[in-house]
């Protein structure tokens, strides 16, 4: 079974760039087919998708955040990774990672709380 | 694009359960389902407006027709109790805004 688990700062000050990671075990974000993607929920409020990478590079982001998001793939570590600048309080939120598959996010990480204050 | 859920409905223990998912021609995309419950990640429930991921019970079924997406819980159950997103691809990938559903 497919784990995924989700790391980076818990706190980040506005304004400044917010970098979490995606570690994956027991599948390979190599695998075809699958897409790695970014899904947050602000406090109160429902799931906000972020976007979707491929292991080839290619990326999908929301039209509302893709002017500050970033997504970046690493296959030789199993690993994908979200940058968001210029980050405000509204972009405090519970960042999950998750496995896209067959149009779905069929795996989730955990979940990080990302707080973002002075 | 957008999709639209009620914000909240309710439900006795035993009786169905049907959440709508409303969008522009969204018999002609692909729906999936999550449940989510408070503190923990959220779980597909449906795929592609109807399929059940392994694991999930048969009382949970879906369809699709012209620009309504439903869940249907059949005997429902307190464990049921959960917010419930719907969710497409479009031109990008857009979540419902959730149904709490109350089990009481």
């Known amino acids: 079974q497919p784990r995924l688990q989700e790391s980076g700062p818990g706190l980040v000050k506005p304004s400044e760039t917010l970098s979490l990671t995606c570690s994956v075990s027991?599948?390979?974000?190599?695998?075809?087919?699958?897409?790695w993607g970014w899904v947050r929920q602000p406090p109160g409020k429902g799931l906000e998708w972020i976007g979707n990478i491929y292991y080839s590079g290619n990326t999908y982001y929301s039209p509302s955040l893709q002017s500050r998001v970033s997504l970046f793939v690493d296959t030789s570590r199993d690993q994908f990774s979200l940058s968001l600048t210029s980050v405000t309080a509204a972009d405090t939120a519970i960042y999950y990672c998750?496995?896209?598959?067959?149009?779905?996010?069929?795996?989730w990480g955990l979940g990080i709380l990302v707080t973002v204050s002075s | 694009y957008a999709l639209t859920q009620p914000p909240s409905m309710s439900v006795s223990p035993g009786q169905t359960a049907t959440i709508t998912c409303s969008g522009d021609?969204?018999?002609?995309?692909?729906v999936s389902w999550y449940q989510h419950l408070p503190g923990q990640s959220p779980v597909l429930v449906l795929y592609q407006d109807s399929k059940r991921p392994s694991g999930i019970p048969e009382r949970f079924s879906g369809f699709t027709s012209g620009n309504t997406a439903t869940l249907v819980i059949s005997g429902t159950q307190a464990t049921d109790e959960a917010d419930y997103y719907c969710q497409a691809w479009d031109t990008a990938l857009v979540f419902g805004g959730g149904t709490r559903l109350t089990v009481l």
């Open positions: 998750a496995r896209a598959s067959s149009f779905a996010f069929d795996v």
């Open positions: 021609d969204l018999a002609d995309k692909y």
């Open positions: 027991g599948a390979s974000v190599r695998s075809t087919g699958d897409y």
